[in-house]
T-cell receptor, first 116, second 111 residues
Framework: DAGVTQSPTHLIKTRGQQVTLRCSPKSGHDTVSWYQQALGQGPQFIFQYYEEEERQRGNFPDRFSGHQFPNYSSELNVNALLLGDSALYLC???????????????FGPGTRLLVL | SQQGEEDPQALSIQEGENATMNCSYKTSINNLQWYRQNSGRGLVHLILIRSNEREKHSGRLRVTLDTSKKSSSLLITASRAADTASYFCATLNYNNNDMRFGAGTRLTVKP
């Protein structure tokens, strides 16, 4: 049973560019959350997807957008990259308990993004 | 914004000693969870304690929760070099449905 997978593992972009990160949830999980973790900090919640819709959003600008596909996989898109977007981006999946309540989350290994 | 604060920020102990990490949070919660992260990789779930529980055990881990003080502690007994990692507490409120992490405690266990 595969766990949460993310691609790519590392990425280097320049300011102003756009990036797409991908996540496949753990088998049987229908809810995907994305987090940004700056160096030396804890993860910060970006948004959560369930049934192909954004259900919850953290304090991130509209440059951060996402998508969830019918197979529950998800993408995180960041437009107009800034130096401050350099971070580890973590995807987490969970069984949504009928889509209402998310408890324990299973994290992928993350994508490390460097913006130059 | 981050929900809580872990204390201490860094902890260095000898193998075999116990390690205690504390977490404080600000808002009401339904549960609190502890996660471990090795070298900036993905987080691994360790233990979950609900708001109506006061103490929970899992192997060498012991977690306490004091909702009146909005604080939790994680005790790792008989530590091993393999326990070297960053430890994060995360709170969950069902109304918000987003998990809020603290800044973490960096634990180093020396062999």
């Amino acid at each position: 049973d595969a766990g949460v997978t993310q691609s790519p593992t590392h990425l280097i972009k320049t300011r102003g560019q756009q990036v797409t990160l991908r996540c496949s949830p753990k088998s049987g999980h229908d809810t995907v959350s994305w987090y940004q973790q700056a160096l030396g900090q804890g993860p910060q919640f970006i948004f959560q997807y369930y049934e192909e819709e954004e259900r919850q959003r953290g304090n991130f600008p509209d440059r951060f957008s996402g998508h969830q596909f019918p197979n529950y996989s998800s993408e995180l898109n960041v437009n107009a990259l800034l130096l401050g977007d350099s971070a580890l981006y973590l995807c987490a999946s969970s069984p949504g308990l009928a889509g209402v309540r998310v408890e324990t989350q299973y994290f992928g290994p993350g994508t490390r993004l460097l913006v130059l | 914004s981050q929900q809580g604060e872990e204390d201490p920020q860094a902890l260095s102990i000898q193998e075999g000693e116990n390690a205690t990490m504390n977490c404080s949070y600000k808002t009401s919660i339904n549960n609190l969870q502890w996660y471990r992260q090795n070298s900036g990789r993905g987080l691994v779930h360790l233990i979950l304690i609900r708001s109506n529980e006061r103490e929970k055990h899992s192997g060498r881990l012991r977690v306490t929760l004091d909702t009146s003080k909005k604080s939790s502690s994680l005790l790792i007994t008989a530590s091993r070099a393999a326990d070297t990692a960053s430890y994060f507490c995360a709170t969950l409120n069902y109304n918000n449905n987003d998990m809020r992490f603290g800044a973490g405690t960096r634990l180093t266990v020396k062999p």
